[in-house]
Nanobody
Framework: QVQLVESGGGLVQAGGSLRLSCLAS????????MGWFRQAPGKEREFVAA????????YYADSVKGRFTISRDNAKNTVYLQMNSLKPEDTAVYYC??????????????????WGQGTQVTVSS
């Protein structure tokens, strides 16, 4: 019942920043744990960041820790991913995902119920 739409991707030079947004249309957004994943060409989809349903807890992949920040605004039904100090290896399609009715933090793809269509992030060297 939750629809997710990502936006904010684009082309940026190495060392630059982007902020991705994920807008949820479902009424259960505030009760959903949320996460960000990414998939580069020829590679498996990998976990990036996760946030609990009330925003009180976050978790990051080692590859982005210290550079990326996940946050949410339940009043706007939106999850954000602020990406700083971008590297060419961050180039990928970025997806947001939701798990309805759970209060924890989740990093496995199979834990999530709802997925967006993705937004392309390209980092040039």
């Amino acid at each position: 019942q939750v629809q997710l739409v990502e936006s904010g991707g684009g082309l940026v030079q190495a060392g630059g920043s982007l902020r991705l947004s994920c807008l949820a249309s479902g009424r259960t957004f505030s009760t959903s744990a949320m996460g960000w994943f990414r998939q580069a060409p020829g590679k498996e989809r990998e976990f990036v960041a996760a946030i609990s349903r009330n925003g009180g807890s976050t978790y990051y992949a080692d590859s982005v820790k210290g550079r990326f920040t996940i946050s949410r605004d339940n009043a706007k039904n939106t999850v954000y991913l602020q990406m700083n100090s971008l590297k060419p290896e961050d180039t990928a399609v970025y997806y947001c995902a939701g798990r309805d009715g759970y209060s924890g933090i989740y990093y496995r793809q199979t834990d999530y119920d709802y997925w967006g269509q993705g937004t392309q992030v390209t980092v040039s060297s």
